[in-house]
């Protein structure tokens, strides 16, 4: 069963509004990553952050990750119309090769 | 670099029928895996392998067989084509370590 669960599973905000959406887990995890889906596409990287990290910085992204509450969120700044995509989590737990993936948050900024 | 592809983009299968989706990376990833995406499930884990002639079942497998021969290529086959099977399917690679995936563009497999 998927390891990561984001919520809201849809946002829809305006231009220049910040967007946060979040992930939660399960288990005891190695490390969170973010990636993003443009639509028709693969997955990117955007961000990865290891479980002895709190917070995380780049360009107008910002990650957090709370162990103890087995969660983390995903705050992207001054939304742009180009930041429409589907947003993803993905936790590594210790032992596992692959990164299990939730079912994502569909963003739509509008101009 | 080309980095992840995968063939066909598209493809219309006959229940029964069978076939093989094809992934290539030329990054030296030993980490490969199949994951299908459905609306509503994201992405599920079908498949993976952690270097050549090492593979192991991932969340769905049923279904589905894979092999890896070399480092670069991870194909994977639909032995007996199932309506349940339509999905859109992709191939990742990564190398060894906390880093990132490298995902293909995907193939839209179609069932009917």
């Known amino acids: 069963s998927q390891q990561g669960e984001e919520d809201p599973q849809a946002l829809s905000i305006q231009e220049g509004e910040n967007a946060t959406m979040n992930c939660s887990y399960k288990?005891?995890?190695?490390?969170l990553q973010w990636y993003r889906q443009n639509s028709g596409r693969g997955l990117v990287h955007l961000i990865l952050?290891?479980?002895?990290?709190r917070e995380k910085h780049s360009g107008r992204l910002r990650v957090t990750l709370d162990t103890s509450k087995k969660s983390s969120s995903l705050l992207i700044t001054a939304s742009r119309a180009a930041d429409t995509a589907s947003y993803f989590c993905?936790?590594?737990?210790?032992?596992?090769?692959?990164?299990?993936f939730g079912r994502g948050t569909s963003l739509i900024v509008h101009p | 670099n080309a980095g992840v592809t995968q063939t066909p983009k598209f493809q219309v299968l006959k229940t029964g029928q069978s076939m093989t989706l094809q992934c290539a990376q030329d990054?030296?990833?030993?980490?490969m895996s199949w994951y299908r995406q459905d609306p509503g499930m994201g992405l599920r884990l079908i498949h993976y392998s952690v270097g050549a002639g090492i593979t192991d079942q991932g969340e769905v497998p049923n279904g589905y067989n894979v092999s890896r021969s070399t480092t670069e290529d991870f194909p994977l086959r639909l032995l007996s084509a199932a309506p349940s099977q339509t999905s859109v399917y992709f191939c990742?690679?990564?190398?060894?370590?906390?880093?990132?995936?490298?995902f293909g563009q995907g193939t839209r497999l179609t069932v009917v």
């Open positions: 990742a690679s990564r190398p060894t370590g906390y880093t990132e995936a490298f």
């Open positions: 952050i290891r479980s002895n990290e």
């Open positions: 288990t005891s995890i190695n490390n």
């Open positions: 990054m030296n990833h030993e980490y």
């Open positions: 993905a936790t590594k737990e210790g032992g596992s090769y692959i990164p299990t």
